[in-house]
């Protein structure tokens, strides 16, 4: 990490991006700008044919100043510091505190571009990124810039803290849409090095972030809360509004049982139960019952009978 400090003695995460990968984000820069370039000269060479020789100079120099000097100008001011090089290398260009740059920083680092870059075939910003400590070409040093890495491994990263439990929940109804990117950074960047500050000092500067917080926001924190777990406690809820906008709808419920902790009970779904039919009670028909078949019952003749007459009930002829 580097070694920036702010006027309120906060040491910035942040990781000056090294030679190898600028010069990778610039020579993407440069293959894209020039084929632009190009394509319009060659349309313009077709278009101005009929023109003077001083009208297709005075065409040439415009042409050049609008795509090699003020697209990356207006580019890095719309995107806040990343060109598509810087976009595919993983970098990005912040002011020397941090936070995002504006027009007056791409005007001064495009201008100075021009010298140590085009005309110099890039020998110019080599030797200065070499001798410099961070690796700052002439143009970073003039508009007060730094190139950091903004993808950095997740080992390297320094998580939040999280606010006190009973403050959970409590910032759901605040508007964070008028909060600028630059104060989030200099919020979290307070929050990550806050245990690393001399007591006085944080807590001066956790004050005067909370007061710029609330002049965003418009609505004071609750009595009684410390300026550092009230930025903690917005900090999370905007991490819990960004992470519910992130998941699909619907997905909320399944990630949420996914992420109940193994000893805790299972939480049982209530029973849906089927729309109530009644019908009508219908007679049950009668059941018939089967008919009772009755045995004969043979009756040996009187007069004594011998064996063959019992078995059979017949007797033998006299």
Do not use: N
């Not at 140590?116 to 810039?145: K, N, P, Q």
């Not at 001066?204 to 410390?226: C, I, K, Q």
């Amino acid at each position: 990490m580097s070694g920036l400090v702010t006027g309120d003695a906060v040491v910035l995460g942040l990781q000056p991006a090294r030679l190898p990968s600028r010069a990778l984000a610039v020579l993407i820069d440069l293959v894209v700008v020039w084929a632009a370039y190009l394509l319009l000269t060659l349309g313009l060479a077709v278009a101005t044919a009929s023109l003077d020789e001083a009208a297709v100079m005075a065409v040439s120099i415009a042409s050049f100043l609008l795509v090699l000097v003020g697209a990356p100008i207006a580019v890095e001011t719309l995107t806040h510091g990343r060109s598509l090089g810087k976009l595919a290398c993983g970098l990005r260009v912040v002011r020397d505190d941090g936070g995002p740059i504006r027009f007056r920083h791409a005007l001064v680092r495009g201008a100075m571009a021009v010298v140590e870059i085009l005309m110099t075939f890039g020998v110019v910003a080599l030797v200065a990124s070499l001798v410099s400590e961070r690796g700052r070409r002439l143009g970073d040093v003039f508009a007060g810039t730094l190139v950091v890495r903004e993808r950095i491994p997740a080992a390297r990263v320094v998580a939040v803290p999280p606010p006190p439990p009973w403050l959970v929940g409590r910032f759901g109804g605040l508007d964070l849409s008028a909060v600028p990117e630059g104060l989030w950074l200099e919020i979290r960047q307070y929050l990550t090095r806050s245990r690393e500050l001399d007591p006085v000092v944080g807590r001066h500067l956790a004050e005067r972030l909370a007061d710029e917080l609330v002049a965003r926001t418009g609505t004071p924190p609750p009595a009684g809360v410390p300026a550092d777990a009230y930025l903690a406690g917005v900090v999370a809820e905007r991490q819990a509004r960004d992470a519910r906008r992130a998941l699909p709808r619907g997905a909320g419920a399944a990630s949420g049982a996914a992420a109940a902790p193994a000893g805790s009970p299972p939480v049982l779904a209530p029973p849906v139960l089927a729309p109530s039919v009644f019908a009508p009670p219908v007679a049950a028909a009668p059941v018939a019952s089967p008919p009772v078949v009755t045995q004969p019952v043979v009756t040996p003749p009187v007069g004594g009978a011998g064996p063959a007459a019992r078995s059979t009930g017949f007797a033998p002829p006299a």
